[in-house]
Structure formats: structure tokens, C-alpha cells
DNA sequence: AGGATAATGACAGTCGCTGACAATTGACAA
DNA sequence: TTGTCAATTGTCAGCGACTGTCATTATCCT
């Protein structure tokens, strides 16, 4: 289980995401060749090639870490709980852990410029896009499983995430702007954002059609 | 204005246009290389490259102009309508203009399977995914200059653009996986889906905040 | 200790894409 | 018509992302 081996992949790997996250953020991400990174490292290119499918994959990792985490903590959550709210809430508590969970591999002012860096650079956003359109489907699915509808029958599951989630973009966006990034600012925004998001949508949820 | 040297230019486009999507819908996108193209149009490489920016662009080429044709045909549409009646009566409307506009470039029917193809190919659907996201922040200043409001102050115009475009996404989806795509389903689907939007968006438009 | 197994490095090659420069072709005036 | 200018194109050389292959090295297990 934790043998030599698995330690060594181990921090490897983190090694590539910290080396690859510092120069994205020095120097950008196009002008950042998979030499360099290896370099880095003092592994060849061919061994980051093993460890991740292609360059996009190592600067999105903590980006798709985090909206995994997000994920489960949704899942967690008491069934009984409105949908919206269990979104918004989840979103609300799920700071701390993001946080812990970074810095088990990279410092967390380097994922928050990593964020702005992703925002700016229109293939890791393309990317990161992708990624999310997956994430959102998940959610569907289990808005869906909670609230006992058909989300191919009933389109109010994937109406409340495609808003939910939009909404969630723009705050992203508006919040990687700042010059004063950090997990509370970042909680404030989507506090702010997520709050004026219930009136807009409609809460006459219980009923069926 | 209609100079040889323009109809020429215009002429090898198209061909460009038509021979990729020829070739990415028989072997697929990522099987198809540059030089291919250019070969089946008796260019040089280079030469595709004068014209297009990168491979994806001429495989997003009729995608992007069907936007850009939704996007004016919003913008043309009379203030006074409800926003959401507005985008969504629009696409009921457009598809014959989309019809004849892609025919003076391809036949429909490769227009239709390269939707499909644009679905199912990773890279493809993470570009497309960034061009709409351009063409929803177009749509949310549009909407926020029809009802009078700001949009960095009032969520309503991004709430409503992200819900619509959001199920539209899942509507393409669901449509490009049918075997028979064409127009007329493009219309039904659109049209089944959009009308469910409605009923979960809050209707009380009219009031501020 | 030693053989099975996994990780790595080295190398060659493909493909997307770009810069530079020369050759060609259409536009336009003398 | 012809000569000049500018736009278009082809050729070539090169970079960087990425992959297959095979020999080498390092860990694991008995």
C-alpha cells in the first residue's frame, strides 16, 4: 500500500504539478514547453508524458480536484434538503476542505493564481470547460436522484444546474479578477452571487410538472 | 469588390470548408491531418494555415456562423418582447435562415453529421464550448439592454442566458445522438425544450431586485 | 540473493503550427 | 499591351506537443 514505489510516483507527481503550476504562473502557460517542466523536475519529457495524458491535464488538476470535492460534499448531503439549497450551502461549507486539500500538494497561493491563469488563457479555459460540462451532468443526475425525478423526462434538474453552475462561472470569473483572490474572498463572491440566484429561480420545486 | 482574386479566395475557403468536414466526418476529426485537407483541395499546408488560424476553426467554421445568425436575429427582434419569449421564439424562427446560409457554403447534410462529430471529439466540444461562452456573454448584454437593466448589478440577465443556453446545450445533445437529424427535429427539439423553460423561471420579470 | 515486475530514459518519428523568403498571379495604370 | 505593385501562394526549415519502442534501472517478493 505504501511502499517505496508508491511514495516515490507520488511525489513525483506532485513535484510536476508545483514545477508545472510555478512556471504557468511566471511565465505563462503557452510559453511553457513539457521540457522545461521536466527539467524541473530532472525527469525526461517522456516520463511527464506518463504521468499525465498531455500538458492541459497537469494545469487543470487542482481545478478538477476541487470540483470533484465539491461533488461528493453535494452527495453528502441530508436528502431532505432542498435542491438550490443544498447547492448554495454545499459551496458555503466546502472552503475549509478545498484548502486542506491543496495544500497537501501545492502551496494555496499558487492554485489561486493558477485560477487566474486558467481564466486568461483561452485553451486551458476550453479545457476547463469541457471539464465542467461533466461535472454539471453528475450534478443533474444527482439533483435528479434527490429530488426523485427523470432528468430526461423532467428538465427542471439540468434548468437549476445550467443555472446554478452559469451563475457560478461568472463569479469565478469576477472573482479571479481581483486583485485580492483568497478562499474568503472567494466564499464572499459566491455567497453574493449564489444568494440572488433563489429569487430569480423559481421555488414552487415540490410540485410534479 | 467582386474581383477575381476575391471569388478565388472565396472559392479555395470553401473548399477548405467542405473537404475537412468530408474527411472528419468519414475517418474523424483527430484522424484527419492538415495536410490531408490541403492535399484534397491541392494546396499547400501552408496555404490552410493563411486561412484558418488552427484545425479546429474550419471544423467550427458553419458552427460558429449558425451562432453568430442566432445571435443578430436576437438583436433584431422587438425590445418590447419578454426576454425569454424573445430567445426562445427566435430559434423557432431561424432555422430556415441557418438552411440556406450553410447551403451557399456545404451541403446540409455534411452540416449535420459534423454536428455530431463536434459532440463526440474531446477537443472539438472544449472549443465550442469557449466560443458560446463569447456568444452568452454577447446574449446577456443583449438581454440586459432590452429590460433596462445592468448586468453586473442585476444577476437576472445571466441567470436567464445561463438557464436557456444551458438546456439548449443539453437539446443539441440530445438531437446531434438521434438518427434522423435534420432541421425539422432541430425545430421540434428546440422547440419541446425550450417550452418546458419557462414554467421554472420565475415570471415576475418585471419587477427590480 | 535473485528473478519477476514496474518505472524510467533515450531515441526516433508524426503532426500541428509558424517564420522567412522566393515565386507566382491578379490588379491597375501608362 | 505591358510593366509595376501588391496580394497570394509554395517551399523549406524549425519548434513543441505527443507517441511507440526498447534497453536500462530500480523496487518488490520469495
Known amino acids: 500500500m505504501t511502499g517505496l514505489r508508491e511514495r516515490k510516483k507520488q511525489r513525483t507527481r506532485d513535484a510536476l504539478i508545483v514545477a508545472a503550476h510555478e512556471l504557468f504562473v511566471t511565465q505563462g502557460y503557452e510559453s511553457t ?57 454545499t459551496l458555503d461549507d466546502v472552503w475549509d476542505d478545498v484548502g486542506v486539500a491543496v495544500e497537501e500538494i501545492t502551496p ?21 470547460l469541457r471539464h465542467s460540462l461533466l461535472m454539471e451532468e453528475k450534478l443533474v443526475q444527482e439533483v435528479a436522484r434527490r429530488t426523485g425525478v427523470d432528468a430526461d423526462q423532467d428538465p427542471r434538474p439540468r434548468v437549476l444546474v445550467a443555472a446554478f453552475t452559469g451563475v457560478m462561472r461568472t463569479a469565478a470569473r469576477q472573482w479571479s479578477m481581483r486583485s485580492d483572490a483568497s478562499l474568503e474572498t472567494a466564499r464572499e463572491v459566491t455567497r453574493d452571487y449564489t444568494a440572488q440566484l433563489s429569487p430569480a429561480l423559481g421555488s414552487d420545486w415540490g410540485r410534479r410538472r
Do not use: G, W
Open 33 to 89: 514547453t513539457v521540457d522545461q517542466i521536466a527539467e524541473a523536475v530532472d525527469v525526461s519529457q517522456r516520463t511527464f508524458f506518463r504521468y499525465f495524458t498531455n500538458k492541459e491535464e497537469v494545469a487543470l488538476f487542482l481545478q478538477n480536484m476541487v470540483e470533484r470535492l465539491y461533488y461528493e460534499a453535494v452527495c453528502a448531503r441530508p436528502v431532505a434538503e432542498p435542491p438550490l439549497e443544498c447547492l448554495r450551502s
Open 108 to 128: 494555496l497561493d499558487l492554485y489561486l493564481k493558477m485560477c487566474q491563469v486558467i481564466e486568461v488563457t483561452p485553451s486551458l479555459l476550453a479545457a476547463h
